[in-house]
């Protein structure tokens, strides 16, 4: 599935990923490929994906402060308010 993650300032990441973990406001969730559609506010924290690298899986961490994700026809679009460096 394709995953863009962008804040008011930048876009963080684009690309594609075997599947995404969120902090979302009410609990933790993760998202597969062939998720059914899905819109959910973020909370404070991380957010982890999967990515194909050197035909090995590698995870990526990113700190989230809050947002919004939307999940829809394998697309996920992460609105982020801002990213922790």
Do not use: R
Request: charged share 25%.
């Amino acid at each position: 599935m394709f995953l863009e993650i962008i804040t008011p300032d930048e876009k963080v990441f684009e690309g594609e990923v075997e599947s995404a973990s969120f902090p979302g406001s009410s609990g933790s969730f993760q998202v597969l490929n062939d998720h059914t559609a899905l819109i959910s506010s973020l909370g404070e924290g991380d957010m982890k994906f999967l990515i194909q690298k050197d035909k090995k899986l590698e995870v990526v961490k990113i700190g989230l402060t809050g947002g919004v994700v939307e999940v829809l026809n394998n697309k996920v679009l992460v609105l982020a308010e801002g990213i922790k460096k």
